[in-house]
């Protein structure tokens, strides 16, 4: 997946994930625990969410854990800017 193409899946997943979490009333204790792990996951397999390849299913466990991980820390005061985008929200 390209940058570009990240940026993209990214623009249209974020905000369902977001929408998830309004439902619930916004992130909980949980939520930013689980959100933690996707810095280090990105970090150590990012090659494989930017090109592809690794195990079957893997690319898209990654991109689901960003685009999770990013929906969470959209709620903290400022938003979160990555790919590009800026990402924003209140409960």
């Not at 623009?11 to 909980?28: C, M, Q, T, W």
């Not at 079957?56 to 685009?67: I, Q, R, T």
């Amino acid at each position: 997946m390209s940058n570009n193409n990240l940026g993209i899946a990214l623009s249209a997943a974020v905000p369902l994930h977001i929408l998830r979490l309004k439902e619930k009333g916004g992130p909980d204790a949980a939520d930013f625990q689980k959100a933690s792990k996707f810095s280090s996951a990105l970090g150590e397999r990012g090659d494989i969410l930017l090109f592809g390849g690794g195990k079957k299913g893997e690319c898209a466990d990654l991109f689901n854990s960003v685009a999770f991980g990013i929906a969470v820390l959209a709620f903290c005061p400022g938003g979160i800017d990555l790919f590009g985008q800026h990402w924003e929200t209140k409960k």
